[in-house]
């Protein structure tokens, strides 16, 4: 690693530690309700008797060195029996392989306290039932595991550090199962024959994985350097997530896919109060992978995302790829993020299909991005538009999406990118009070029902705003602060129904391009004719 590499580490980890720290100190205790559009909120912690034991008093030795798993899980074995409370983690450093949490219990991390996961992979035998992208599958137990509980949280101001390199080079060897467990998936093998248990088969563990759990809290602590994705419950109702820290991406190295805070399949998800840096996805919604989320058929939904931070990572607030179950009613507001590929990045593919609908992202701002500001990609894995395909079961629908108030100083690609499938537009999108700089503007392909109104954009390369194969466009109030050099014009090919009014565009000779078909445009007076040029068809 050069000079620059280690300096630029350093300066994140200062850089978010002060997020960390001032995020943390902003945490109100209490919980606050609020209206959605879908509905009102009030979430309530889950409640815990009043009664603690400390895993010193069933064998814990502390120094990082003893194995604390029998000691810890005996504990909360115990406490759960008599009717659940809190197990105290005291300051120190203790070596643990896999915890498993029970109904009732509270494993509380005292300031100072230093969960270490043993880095002996047949510690985490043998296997349990888990979710891997989107695939049930029995394999290696995550770190922290529960099935059908009810009642439980992870608290306090310690830290749990996944010590994950060992699992991040397993991923190398000829044995990593991903693809394998993909073509289970879609050739629906049954969840009795798959099984990644061993170093010849095998798939790395979440952090944090809960399985069909109801009244989830995880609040205040610190989760670093997982095996894979960090914080990922499936299946699981009235879920948590508030005032905590993760990092997968820093001095230590970088988690292979060390996704932040990755519900899957949930219902009633409060997320906030996080300060994120990942280097992959921070906060990402999903439920199920292809015909394994179909089958389960569980969507993601009722989700209120507010007040977080995030630096590194792909996106910052993403929706997909694996949502084959139905993702909706999702509501962002008042996050930040800093040096992630996008803002708010919703992606699917041919072959997922269920839904993305109902989603509103509102008051959100960001600083350097490293890609596109806002994505909506139904082309995940990169495939050509044509041929138009079937409509089928494994077709996606993005639909009802809504952008409110967002503000990015400058993305490295698009400010905003719409890719819909010919077979599928992208429908009913809104852009509203927008504000966006980057290198390259608007680009929207295979899309209907799509509205701008009163946004702001520069862009440094190409035309300021490209439509395509769309249907049912109105931009209305588009402010155009800067543009490349040559001051291209706004680029519209093969569409219909475009309205184009208030439009503020200091450009040369032509401020409007028509290609291929093109019916039913409407320009008032702020598009001269005279600006407005058409191609030969």
């Given at each position: 690693?050069?000079?620059?590499?280690?300096?630029?580490?350093?300066?994140?980890?200062?850089?978010?530690?002060?997020?960390?720290?001032?995020?943390?100190?902003?945490?109100?205790?209490?919980?606050?309700?609020?209206?959605?559009p879908f509905g009102e909120f009030d979430f309530h912690r889950p409640h815990f008797p009043d009664k603690s034991v400390n895993i010193t008093d069933f064998g814990a030795k502390e120094g990082g060195k003893f194995k604390n798993t029998e000691a810890i899980n005996k504990a909360i074995k115990q406490l759960s029996a008599s009717g659940?409370?809190?197990?105290?983690?005291?300051?120190?450093?203790?070596?643990?392989?896999?915890?498993?949490?029970?109904?009732?219990?509270?494993?509380?991390?005292?300031?100072?306290?230093?969960?270490?996961?043993?880095?002996?992979?047949?510690?985490?035998?043998?296997?349990?039932?888990?979710?891997?992208?989107?695939?049930?599958?029995?394999?290696?137990?995550?770190?922290?595991?529960?099935?059908?509980?009810?009642?439980?949280?992870?608290?306090?101001?310690?830290?749990?550090?996944?010590?994950?390199?060992?699992?991040?080079?397993?991923?190398?060897?000829?044995?990593?199962?991903?693809?394998?467990?993909?073509?289970?998936?879609?050739?629906?093998?049954?969840?009795?024959?798959?099984?990644?248990?061993?170093?010849?088969?095998?798939?790395?563990?979440?952090?944090?994985?809960?399985?069909?759990?109801?009244?989830?809290?995880?609040?205040?602590?610190?989760?670093?350097?997982?095996?894979?994705?960090?914080?990922?419950?499936?299946?699981?109702?009235?879920?948590?997530?508030?005032?905590?820290?993760?990092?997968?991406?820093?001095?230590?190295?970088?988690?292979?896919?060390?996704?932040?805070?990755?519900?899957?399949?949930?219902?009633?998800?409060l997320i906030e109060y996080n300060t994120i840096s990942t280097g992959d996805d921070c906060i990402t919604i999903k439920s199920g992978r292809n015909k394994d989320g179909r089958r389960i058929g569980m969507p993601c939904k009722n989700i209120l995302i507010r007040h977080n931070k995030g630096l590194r990572g792909h996106g910052g607030?993403?929706?997909?790829?694996?949502?084959?179950?139905?993702?909706?009613?999702?509501?962002?507001?008042?996050?930040?993020?800093?040096?992630?590929?996008?803002?708010?990045?919703?992606?699917?593919?041919?072959?997922?299909?269920?839904?993305?609908?109902?989603?509103?992202?509102?008051?959100?701002?960001?600083?350097?991005?490293?890609?596109?500001?806002?994505?909506?990609?139904?082309?995940?894995?990169?495939?050509?538009?044509?041929?138009?395909?079937?409509?089928?079961?494994?077709?996606?629908?993005?639909?009802?999406?809504?952008?409110?108030?967002?503000?990015?100083?400058?993305?490295?690609?698009?400010?905003?990118?719409?890719?819909?499938?010919?077979?599928?537009?992208?429908?009913?999108?809104?852009?509203?009070?927008?504000?966006l700089g980057g290198k390259l503007g608007i680009d929207v392909k295979d899309a209907k029902n799509i509205t701008f109104d009163n946004l702001t954009i520069s862009n440094k390369v190409g035309s300021p705003a490209s439509i395509s194969f769309s249907d049912s466009i109105t931009i209305d109030k588009l402010k155009i602060a800067e543009?490349?050099?040559?001051?291209?014009?706004?680029?519209?090919?093969?569409?219909?129904?475009?309205?184009?009014?208030?439009?503020?565009?200091?450009?040369?000779?032509?401020?409007?391009?028509?290609?291929?078909?093109?019916?039913?445009?409407?320009?008032?007076?702020?598009?001269?004719?005279?600006?407005?040029?058409?191609?030969?068809?």
């Amino acid at each position: 690693m050069n000079w620059k590499s280690t300096l630029k580490l350093v300066l994140i980890q200062i850089v978010l530690v002060g997020l960390c720290q001032h995020a943390w100190a902003q945490v109100p205790n209490k919980i606050e309700p609020f209206v959605t559009p879908f509905g009102e909120f009030d979430f309530h912690r889950p409640h815990f008797p009043d009664k603690s034991v400390n895993i010193t008093d069933f064998g814990a030795k502390e120094g990082g060195k003893f194995k604390n798993t029998e000691a810890i899980n005996k504990a909360i074995k115990q406490l759960s029996a008599s009717g659940g409370g809190t197990v105290v983690v005291p300051p120190g450093k203790w070596l643990t392989g896999p915890i498993v949490l029970l109904s009732n219990i509270n494993l509380h991390l005292e300031e100072g306290a230093e969960l270490l996961f043993s880095q002996d992979f047949n510690d985490y035998l043998p296997e349990v039932l888990t979710n891997f992208e989107g695939s049930e599958v029995y394999a290696y137990s995550p770190f922290i595991y529960a099935f059908k509980q009810k009642n439980i949280a992870i608290t306090g101001k310690g830290v749990l550090n996944g010590q994950g390199k060992p699992w991040w080079e397993q991923r190398k060897n000829p044995g990593f199962g991903n693809r394998k467990l993909i073509e289970m998936n879609e050739n629906e093998v049954p969840l009795k024959e798959r099984h990644f248990n061993s170093l010849d088969n095998y798939l790395p563990p979440v952090f944090f994985g809960p399985l069909y759990c109801q009244h989830v809290l995880l609040e205040g602590v610190t989760f670093k350097y997982g095996a894979f994705w960090t914080i990922n419950p499936s299946f699981c109702e009235d879920l948590i997530v508030r005032g905590i820290h993760i990092l997968t991406d820093g001095e230590y190295g970088h988690t292979p896919n060390g996704d932040g805070i990755n519900p899957n399949s949930c219902t009633n998800v409060l997320i906030e109060y996080n300060t994120i840096s990942t280097g992959d996805d921070c906060i990402t919604i999903k439920s199920g992978r292809n015909k394994d989320g179909r089958r389960i058929g569980m969507p993601c939904k009722n989700i209120l995302i507010r007040h977080n931070k995030g630096l590194r990572g792909h996106g910052g607030i993403v929706i997909g790829s694996e949502m084959s179950g139905g993702v909706e009613n999702v509501y962002a507001y008042d996050c930040r993020f800093n040096g992630t590929d996008r803002v708010i990045r919703i992606k699917t593919d041919r072959g997922r299909g269920a839904y993305i609908r109902n989603c509103w992202f509102k008051d959100i701002s960001a600083d350097t991005i490293q890609r596109e500001a806002i994505r909506i990609n139904m082309l995940y894995s990169g495939g050509d538009r044509l041929p138009v395909q079937e409509v089928n079961s494994g077709t996606p629908v993005v639909e009802n999406i809504h952008f409110e108030n967002i503000r990015c100083a400058y993305a490295k690609r698009n400010i905003i990118q719409i890719i819909g499938l010919p077979e599928m537009p992208v429908n009913h999108v809104s852009f509203k009070n927008i504000e966006l700089g980057g290198k390259l503007g608007i680009d929207v392909k295979d899309a209907k029902n799509i509205t701008f109104d009163n946004l702001t954009i520069s862009n440094k390369v190409g035309s300021p705003a490209s439509i395509s194969f769309s249907d049912s466009i109105t931009i209305d109030k588009l402010k155009i602060a800067e543009t490349a050099p040559e001051k291209l014009p706004i680029l519209l090919n093969d569409v219909s129904h475009v309205q184009l009014t208030n439009l503020e565009y200091h450009s040369g000779k032509e401020m409007v391009k028509i290609a291929g078909k093109a019916d039913h445009l409407e320009f008032d007076k702020s598009v001269p004719e005279n600006k407005i040029v058409r191609e030969a068809k």
